[in-house]
């Protein structure tokens, strides 16, 4: 199969598979025994949180482990949401991944007034329309994600931190989408709070971590026996700690290197060769402020839902938004703020590559779609894009 829906989740590099082993079996201590083993194990931990910390320009002491990303933006909104006091206006964008959508629809329950600012047709952040919101009365603080999981989209985030800073609300970035796969550096965009997940850059499923800036207060979501300096209780998930923090090292090294650029360069070689081949065809979002990985088409004509059970045939996996949403029965949010139509956002595909992705792969990958947009064209008449079954972000 042609793996091009790396946005969803990616392989664990063999060399994190390399670190974790050992992990899943002789070195089985618990990191709190008091023996030298555990004590071992710890150390192993605290290697792990220096890595990741290099990643993204922290200091260790400021990354706590949680069991994936969700469970980070979780945790961050819900802390910051208990100690708001009296201010009630959450100001976020319409773009955000559920796992922050539906932590504020929860707390809109909970009265919470929530915020959500649009973005330009280019799929970023509309600042004037943040500032406005950032800085009315009231808010208890911001939540913006770094890239866009469907568009692979990047936004103003210095721009907008540095507005809520100036408003002197706390500032809360989802960047799982961004950290190992664009520069990512809290010294020079000061967010208050990150969130990460491992299994975006070849890290397992099911662990990631947050970003807490030093001082500042947090109520954790689970209490316990006190791990994670007690930000995080519960028995740490050790081997995937230790495969999270080599996915950190391993592409920190890569975006020292080149900057993804190999990625980027497979990512437009694919574009380039559909735009040739084929009419109708529209990259969607702003392309200079696209993370490497990824592509978002509209193939005019074509319902996504039918390309993808065709390229799903042809042994090639992508997606039409997130996976999380697929099979969900209206159109993406991210491309409904974008301005499209149904029609466009229903007939646009993500494509999202990894730092395995080839260049026969990618040859491989552009024939196919070729031929399944030129065939469902040719079913559904060049018109008609047919009923809305849609996937979102
Ligand atoms: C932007 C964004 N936020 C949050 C998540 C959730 O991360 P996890 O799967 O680790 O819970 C994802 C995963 O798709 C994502 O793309």
Redesign the pocket.
Known sequence: MIYLDS??TTQVHPEVLEAMLPYLSDQCYNPSSGYRAGKQVKQAIEQAREQVARLVGADAREIYFTG???EA?NAVLYSLADMCGENRRIVTSEIE?S?ILRVCEHLSERGFIIDKVGVDSGGRLDLVAWEKAVKEDGVAFATL?WAN?ETGIIQPIAEACEIARSAKVPFHT?A??AVGKTAVDVREVPVDFLSI?G?KFHAPKGV?AMYVRSGLRFNPMLRGGGQESGFRSGTENVASIIGLGKAAEIMQSKLDHDDHAGVAKLRDRLEKILLDRLKGVEINGAVEHRAANTAHLAFEHCEASGLLILLDEYGVACSAG???MTGKQQPSHVQKAMGFSNERANSSLRISLSIFTSEEEIDQAAEHIIKAVEKLRRVQGGGNVGPVVIYTG
């Open positions: 946005n969803a994936c990303g969700t933006n991944h796992a994600m999981n989802d799982i989408q997940s299994h990631g997130s996976a999380c």
